[in-house]
């Protein structure tokens, strides 16, 4: 059963309707949102709600202690719906932008009691019905050339969305005097304003004596930049990467600076005094805000780069554990999957694809076997990885062609597909006429070779992404009924009791989850870490012969996971 629901001036609106999206009962008014979704969630048969974002539904649920298990986020599936290939075809796709796609606009009034007046004499917030929206996908969805793919899509998307509010509420448990004591052990103690800590100044000062320049600003790259030439190192730029490449007494402690310079901008005392409350890190996660499916996070916490330097503060509470589960070789599996080339697969079977594609011959070391899989995944076709490349085309010619394919197709600014269906945008058409001059058709061929690359990553990395999302709505379920049957624990979180009595997720980041458990539980949780890995693959690939094994770790701190 669905249960569309809306917001107007005069409180929540809510629709009822069957499995074939007919009208159960009349629209009604709602009172008191909270205790009408705690008494449906509560029946025999818990409904699907329908709402336009979770981000503006769920929290104040979670606040109330109500949970729910499944929704339909009507934002992310119609940003899915209008870009996929496989609905391209259908009304929905093809019409024009509208406010729909456009981000959730804030309620101009707060939300309570009805007013006086009959029922249908409501004013919506907004000209948007979220019934029309929620007939027009369905209607898409019956449209699409692979329906049940694209239906998986969207109630993967729709959990994450589900998870990451329930992420952010419940916060990922962070101890403040371990992290300053990371932070005076790292960078010396807090500096006064303006001011830089101890330890980084010391290096500093054997950066500019080894460049001669006694006033040097490493933060400016312009001013690093113009120091490293006056010291005769000729580089194109200040990042690391490139830096590291070059033999020179400065290097090395500008490469330790630059290291701590991130730590202190990052998860310096700053962070610390903005980002962790009451002894919690609260994440805010952006289901989606990548356009490979990924997840984007926005605010200055930084949920997707936690750095390994300040994780020590991430201590479980007491009588709990962290369990940290990642996922092994995750795209370079999923590329195996979705070429269905069982060579490929087979070399990853004994746990290291790595290790098994050497054991294949078509390298000679686990280190040519991760670099040459990156470049064909990236499109490396310069250096070691270009000539690797060749060796891997002839032991997994299945799974090179489909990348390279991909990168064909985004070079003629086509569209490609994730496995669900997941559209890339579109990009620029190649093309010259008789009046362009050489440099610039090598211009739109560098621009189509470029955009070739991203795609050619595009259809790895959204897969990935989908396979995580799958896997995290099956950690979510499992572990919520381990705790669900679980007796009464006082403790961990406020607010929500089924917080406080299950497991639940902390952190996610791209190939990697954190749940916070009961000591006791710690082994179930493992247990439903692997079974839901094991179902993301069968989602996904049906039963072909690909795994993905996960490592998984029971911890005190988060800094003893690997």
Same mark, same amino acid.
């Given at each position: 059963?669905?249960?569309?629901?809306?917001?107007?001036?005069?409180?929540?609106?809510?629709?009822?309707?069957?499995?074939?999206?007919?009208?159960?009962?009349?629209?009604?008014?709602?009172?008191?949102?909270?205790?009408?979704?705690?008494?449906?969630?509560?029946?025999?048969?818990?409904?699907?709600?329908?709402?336009?974002?979770?981000?503006?539904?769920?929290?104040?649920?979670?606040?109330?202690?109500?949970?729910?298990?499944?929704?339909?986020?009507?934002?992310?599936?119609?940003?899915?719906?209008?870009?996929?290939?496989?609905?391209?075809?259908?009304?929905?796709?093809?019409?024009?932008?509208?406010?729909?796609?456009?981000?959730?606009?804030?309620?101009?009034?707060?939300?309570?009691?009805?007013?006086?007046?009959?029922?249908?004499?409501?004013?919506?917030?907004?000209?948007?019905?979220?019934?029309?929206?929620?007939?027009?996908?369905?209607?898409?969805?019956?449209?699409?050339?692979?329906?049940?793919?694209?239906?998986?899509?969207?109630?993967?998307?729709?959990?994450?969305?589900?998870?990451?509010?329930?992420?952010?509420?419940?916060?990922?448990?962070?101890?403040?005097?371990?992290?300053?004591?990371?932070?005076?052990?790292?960078?010396?103690?807090?500096?006064?304003?303006?001011?830089?800590?101890?330890?980084?100044?010391?290096?500093?000062?054997?950066?500019?004596?080894?460049?001669?320049?006694?006033?040097?600003?490493?933060?400016?790259?312009?001013?690093?930049?113009?120091?490293?030439?006056?010291?005769?190192?000729?580089?194109?730029?200040?990042?690391?990467?490139?830096?590291?490449?070059?033999?020179?007494?400065?290097?090395?402690?500008?490469?330790?600076?630059?290291?701590?310079?991130?730590?202190?901008?990052?998860?310096?005392?700053?962070?610390?005094?903005?980002?962790?409350?009451?002894?919690?890190?609260?994440?805010?996660? +952006? *289901? /989606?805000?990548?356009? %490979?499916?990924?997840? =984007?996070? !926005?605010?200055?916490?930084? &949920?997707?780069?936690?750095?390994?330097?300040?994780?020590?503060?991430?201590?479980?509470?007491?009588?709990?554990?962290?369990?940290?589960?990642?996922?092994?070789?995750?795209?370079?599996?999923?590329?195996?999957?979705?070429?269905?080339?069982?060579?490929?697969?087979?070399?990853?079977?004994?746990?290291?694809?790595?290790?098994?594609?050497?054991?294949?011959?078509?390298?000679?070391?686990?280190?040519?076997?991760?670099?040459?899989?990156?470049?064909?995944?990236?499109?490396?076709?310069?250096?070691?990885?270009?000539?690797?490349?060749?060796?891997?085309?002839?032991?997994?010619?299945?799974?090179?062609?489909?990348?390279?394919?991909?990168?064909?197709?985004?070079?003629?600014?086509?569209?490609?597909?994730?496995?669900?269906?997941?559209?890339?945008?579109?990009?620029? +058409? *190649? /093309?010259?006429?008789? %009046?362009?001059?050489? =440099?610039? !058709?090598?211009?739109?061929? &560098?621009?189509?070779?470029?955009?070739?690359?991203?795609?050619?990553?595009?259809?790895?990395?959204?897969?990935?992404?989908?396979?995580?999302?799958?896997?995290?709505?099956?950690?979510?379920?499992?572990?919520?009924?381990?705790?669900?049957?679980?007796?009464?624990?006082?403790?961990?979180?406020?607010?929500?009791?089924?917080?406080?009595?299950?497991?639940?997720?902390?952190?996610?980041?791209?190939?990697?989850?954190?749940?916070?458990?009961?000591?006791?539980?710690?082994?179930?949780?493992?247990?439903?870490?692997?079974?839901?890995?094991?179902?993301?693959?069968?989602?996904?690939?049906?039963?072909?012969?690909?795994?993905?094994?996960?490592?998984?770790?029971?911890?005190?701190?988060?800094?003893?996971?690997?």
């Amino acid at each position: 059963m669905d249960i569309v629901l809306g917001r107007s001036n005069r409180g929540v609106l809510l629709w009822q309707l069957d499995a074939n999206g007919q009208m159960v009962i009349e629209p009604q008014l709602v009172t008191s949102l909270e205790q009408e979704v705690a008494r449906r969630e509560a029946g025999p048969m818990s409904p699907r709600w329908v709402w336009d974002d979770t981000s503006r539904w769920y929290p104040e649920l979670i606040r109330a202690g109500v949970r729910v298990r499944r929704c339909v986020d009507l934002r992310l599936s119609r940003a899915i719906i209008r870009r996929s290939p496989l609905t391209a075809e259908t009304p929905m796709a093809r019409a024009a932008f509208a406010s729909w796609d456009q981000p959730t606009p804030e309620p101009r009034s707060p939300v309570g009691a009805p007013s006086a007046g009959t029922l249908f004499d409501w004013e919506p917030e907004t000209a948007d019905d979220p019934t029309v929206e929620f007939f027009e996908q369905l209607a898409a969805i019956e449209g699409a050339t692979d329906p049940a793919r694209l239906r998986l899509l969207l109630a993967a998307e729709s959990a994450g969305s589900l998870i990451a509010a329930e992420m952010k509420f419940a916060g990922l448990p962070w101890r403040a005097d371990l992290h300053e004591a990371l932070l005076t052990d790292t960078l010396g103690s807090r500096p006064r304003s303006g001011e830089r800590p101890a330890k980084m100044q010391q290096i500093l000062e054997v950066v500019r004596t080894a460049l001669g320049a006694p006033d040097l600003n490493p933060d400016s790259p312009t001013e690093l930049l113009r120091a490293l030439k006056l010291a005769g190192i000729e580089a194109a730029s200040t990042r690391s990467w490139e830096l590291q490449n070059i033999d020179h007494p400065a290097i090395a402690p500008l490469l330790d600076y630059k290291k701590r310079a991130r730590i202190l901008s990052s998860n310096g005392w700053n962070w610390l005094e903005t980002n962790v409350i009451s002894g919690r890190f609260h994440p805010d996660y +952006v *289901p /989606g805000g990548v356009v %490979t499916g990924r997840w =984007a996070s !926005k605010g200055g916490g930084g &949920a997707l780069q936690l750095p390994k330097q300040v994780r020590g503060a991430v201590v479980a509470d007491p009588g709990w554990v962290l369990v940290v589960a990642d996922a092994a070789q995750l795209e370079p599996r999923i590329l195996s999957a979705l070429a269905s080339d069982r060579a490929m697969a087979e070399a990853g079977q004994a746990g290291d694809l790595y290790a098994g594609i050497v054991a294949s011959g078509a390298v000679d070391t686990r280190e040519q076997a991760k670099l040459a899989m990156l470049g064909a995944m990236y499109g490396a076709t310069s250096g070691e990885a270009g000539r690797l490349l060749p060796r891997l085309a002839k032991s997994f010619p299945r799974a090179i062609a489909l990348v390279e394919e991909a990168a064909r197709a985004g070079e003629r600014g086509e569209v490609v597909s994730t496995r669900l269906g997941r559209g890339s945008p579109r990009g620029a +058409v *190649p /093309g010259w006429d008789e %009046t362009s001059t050489v =440099a610039e !058709k090598e211009r739109v061929r &560098a621009q189509a070779k470029s955009w070739g690359r991203f795609t050619r990553n595009f259809v790895v990395q959204g897969s990935a992404a989908e396979w995580a999302l799958c896997w995290m709505a099956g950690v979510r379920q499992r572990v919520f009924e381990l705790g669900d049957s679980a007796p009464s624990r006082a403790g961990a979180n406020a607010g929500a009791s089924w917080l406080r009595n299950s497991p639940h997720l902390v952190f996610f980041l791209h190939d990697e989850v954190v749940v916070h458990c009961p000591l006791d539980l710690a082994a179930s949780v493992e247990t439903a870490l692997r079974a839901a890995a094991v179902d993301a693959g069968r989602l996904l690939f049906g039963q072909l012969p690909v795994s993905f094994p996960i490592s998984v770790a029971a911890v005190a701190s988060y800094a003893d996971a690997k």
